[in-house]
T-cell receptor
Framework: QKEVEQNSGPLSVPEGAIASLNCTYS??????FFWYRQYSGKSPELIMS????GDKEDGRFTAQLNKASQYVSLLIRDSQPSDSATYLC???????????FGTGTKLQVIP | EPEVTQTPSHQVTQMGQEVILRCVPI?????FYWYRQILGQKVEFLVS????????KSEIFDDQFSVERPDGSNFTLKIRSTKLEDSAMYFC????????????FGPGTRLTVT
């Protein structure tokens, strides 16, 4: 069973701080990694994709991938109350079709 | 910015009835997907569709489910005989061809089976 594991949280950070979200995956042949944001009652919204080891930055977001450790993370700098949501780690394996989602980490940014 | 649309936003049906959920993927996308999310649980893959055929499906996608692209814009999910446990949010997603595998989700249809 191919799994994507996340701490369910909630992770509480003060406004302006860095939020760090972590994810591990079990399928070693996984090729593509994504972070989605999901507000309550809404659909997943893609915020970052990463395909190779290292860091990828986009605005306040940085995704980090370590395939040897089967580990993906998302850093959110200068966290804002509007960042409060559930962050879903998602992985595509060797088939390039099916996305396997983690259960998500709930982030609360305290004003 | 182009987006995936889904109708209806909420569907209530009685157990045993057939439902059809509709999606309009982003216009230049050629890969289409259905996912579901039971309340409080994680998003689960149901099926992927490319070139007018199913390319992958999960164990959830049994004989009571089917998908169709009836014309150049719509992509539908049919549940033949709904069960109480089919109550969930159903999300359609699409992605373009090429090396990027990002999937973009529609707003979802909330299905309530009574």
């Amino acid at each position: 069973q191919k799994e994507v594991e996340q701490n369910s949280g909630p992770l509480s950070v003060p406004e302006g701080a860095i939020a760090s979200l972590n994810c591990t995956y079990s399928d070693r042949v996984s090729q593509s990694f994504f972070w989605y944001r999901q507000y309550s009652g809404k659909s997943p919204e893609l915020i970052m994709s990463i395909y190779s080891n290292g860091d990828k930055e986009d605005g306040r977001f940085t995704a980090q991938l370590n395939k040897a450790s089967q580990y993906v993370s998302l850093l959110i700098r200068d966290s804002q109350p509007s960042d409060s949501a559930t962050y879903l780690c998602a992985v595509i394996g060797g088939g390039y079709q099916k996305v396997t989602f983690g259960t998500g980490t709930k982030l609360q940014v305290i004003p | 910015e182009p987006e995936v649309t889904q109708t209806p936003s909420h569907q209530v049906t009685q157990m045993g009835q057939e439902v059809i959920l509709r999606c309009v993927p982003i216009s230049n996308h050629l890969y289409f997907y259905w996912y579901r999310q039971i309340l409080g649980q994680k998003v689960e893959f149901l099926v992927s569709f490319y070139n007018n055929e199913i390319s992958e499906k999960s164990e959830i996608f049994d004989d009571q489910f089917s998908v169709e692209r009836p014309d150049g814009s719509n992509f539908t999910l049919k549940i033949r005989s709904t069960k109480l446990e089919d109550s969930a949010m159903y999300f359609c997603a699409s992605r373009p061809t090429g090396a990027a595998y990002e999937q973009y989700f529609g707003p979802g249809t909330r299905l309530t089976v009574t």
